[in-house]
């Protein structure tokens, strides 16, 4: 392999490993846009009960006590380790697939 052709073969080599990472990042974009709608909803139905809780005056303090838990632990964060996993197995796979690719490809001409 020429010199010219192996650093073709290198350059359309990475562009495909940066497609692939370009798509993983818009993947995990669209999984966290996903994940924080999810929490803002389980979060406003956490805050929402604990409000009609609040109002109602046969709730018992038992009661009022798990809806302040429940609201509580809906103020947590929202997770993303799901996303940010799958983002570096991504990540990784384009850079094991290219390195193979360029393995394959042998050493260059110099």
Known sequence: MSKASYDEARA???????????????AFR???????????????????AFD???????ATPE???DLANAFDAAANP????????????????A???YHAEIARMGPSMA
């Not at 009609?52 to 046969?58: L, Q, S, V």
């Not at 929202?78 to 796979?93: C, G, I, T």
């Open 12 to 26: 359309v080599a990475e562009a495909r490993r940066q497609t692939a990472i370009s798509n993983a990042h818009e």
């Open 30 to 48: 669209q999984a966290l846009a996903a994940e924080n709608a999810s929490h803002a909803a389980r979060y406003k139905a956490a805050r929402d």
């Open 52 to 58: 009609a809780g609040k109002a109602n005056p046969e």
């Open 63 to 65: 009661e009022l006590r």
């Open 78 to 93: 929202a997770d993303h380790s799901e996303a940010r996993a799958e983002l570096d197995r991504a990540v990784r796979a």
């Open 95 to 97: 850079d094991a697939a």
